[in-house]
């Protein structure tokens, strides 16, 4: 993906948050409604804002499947025809500190799904519907300063020891 490089010669200048947005035909060539997706990132203000790192939608919030930290908690969400089927923030707040590196993956099929992060057992749903209609990915959708080290998206549902696993530090 193009990034927003500004070329100088001895000046300083700020640039746009990067983001990635994946769409029409480049998004549903590859896209199923059984997957995995992990995604491993750090930022020195976990702590000040709300991140939204991967977003799946079909162009509205009605329909959707986020990973997202809010204000340190991380978050995982699968939300269709305006229900949320799978939902999770923690029951302990400030788990992801400033600067330390956030793991997490979210898997799912067409019933179910598991999230983990940073190691923990998974939590999981096992009822689930993810909506027909999502047709869009977005990368960093407001993610303020957070600073992407991997993303990986695996056309499969992988198992839940393999979540935990691949979230552990």
């Known amino acids: 993906f193009t ?16 983001g990635a947005d994946i769409t029409g035909t480049s998004f549903a060539s590859w896209f199923g409604h059984e997957a995995t997706s ?19 939608s079909s162009g509205n919030t009605n ?11 991380p978050r995982a969400q699968i ?13 302990v707040y400030n788990v992801v500190t400033n600067n330390s590196i956030y793991r997490a993956a ?14 923990v057992t998974p939590i999981t749903d096992s009822s689930v519907l993810v909506s027909p209609e999502l047709d869009r990915m977005n990368l960093t959708k407001n993610a303020g300063v957070a600073h992407f080290r991997k ?11 393999t979540l935990q696993a691949m979230t552990e530090e």
């Open 106 to 119: 979210l898997a799912y099929s067409s019933t179910e799904a598991a999230f983990s992060y940073n190691g």
């Open 3 to 18: 990034t927003s490089f500004i070329p100088t010669s001895g000046s300083t200048v700020t640039r746009a948050v990067d």
């Open 79 to 91: 939300r269709s025809n305006a229900i949320n089927y799978f939902s999770y923030s923690p029951a």
């Open 63 to 73: 329909n959707r499947i986020r990973h997202n930290v809010v204000l340190a908690d």
């Open 38 to 56: 992990y995604v491993e990132l750090s930022s020195p203000a976990w702590e000040e804002d709300d991140f939204d790192i991967a977003y799946i």
């Open 151 to 161: 993303f990986a998206f695996y056309p499969q549902r992988l198992s839940n020891a």
